[in-house]
């Protein structure tokens, strides 16, 4: 069966730090990966999505980017945190489309 | 894809049937209406979806209208675990890779 993971779970980082988000899927071959986020009290926003490695759309322009180094990889990045990063970071695949599975998600706290 | 429209929160006696609608009157012909279901602090878990009949399964059952402007999301006997946030989206299945995009649902709370 397919499983996904994410971590870390929690995280309390300054701002200006860097960040690194990891998802890897199991029991499936070239998924569709995504990265939402959910701001305190505000629906879930699609932030980048992938179809392919090396192949990255990306949903809003902002301070973090997003990386596909192998099939079932994704990794969300920033360089510099703003306190606006601040957020509940969501992994999702999919390979029959509309089917999304999500991993158990990354709280980070910018302070 | 077309645009959703929900109530923005019900209230639902544990026990009874809770009855979720939406409202989706630019639906297209190809488009399926799916339903996901997001208990705080976690990841949105897939619910139902359907395109035109009515679906049921273990978790829900999805009544969707003859013309396919509305549905409605039926838990037929809500238990606490079923307080959350309820989100209806439209698009069409199998087209590519085009994401699904989530709006603000309706946030469910069972009370005993």
């Known amino acids: 069966s397919q499983t996904i993971h994410q971590w870390p779970a929690t995280l309390v980082q300054p701002v200006g730090s860097p960040l690194s988000l990891e998802c890897t899927v199991e029991g499936t071959s070239n998924p569709n990966l995504y990265w939402y986020r959910q701001a305190a009290g505000r629906g879930l926003q699609l932030l980048f999505y992938?179809?392919?490695?090396?192949?990255i759309s990306s949903e809003v322009p902002q301070n973090l980017s997003a990386s596909r180094p192998q099939d079932r990889q994704f990794i969300l990045s920033s360089k510099k945190l703003l306190l606006s990063d601040s957020g509940f970071y969501l992994c999702?695949?999919?390979?029959?489309?509309?089917?999304?599975?999500f991993g158990e998600g990354s709280r980070l706290t910018v302070l | 894809d077309a645009k959703t429209t929900q109530p923005p929160s019900m209230d639902c006696a544990e026990g009874r049937a809770a009855n979720l609608p939406c409202n989706h009157s630019t639906i297209s012909g190809n488009e399926y209406v799916y339903w996901y279901r997001q208990i705080h602090s976690q990841g949105p878990q897939y619910i139902i979806h359907?395109?035109?009949n009515n679906e049921t399964n273990e978790m829900a059952s999805l009544i969707i209208t003859e013309d396919r402007k509305s549905s409605t999301l039926i838990l037929p006997h809500a238990t606490l675990r079923d307080t959350a946030v309820y989100y209806c989206i439209v698009r069409v299945a199998f087209t590519g890779n085009t994401p699904l995009v989530f709006g603000k649902g309706t946030r469910l709370s069972v009370i005993a």
């Open positions: 992938s179809v392919g490695i090396g192949q």
């Open positions: 359907g395109l035109k």
């Open positions: 999702a695949w999919s390979v029959v489309y509309g089917e999304l599975f």
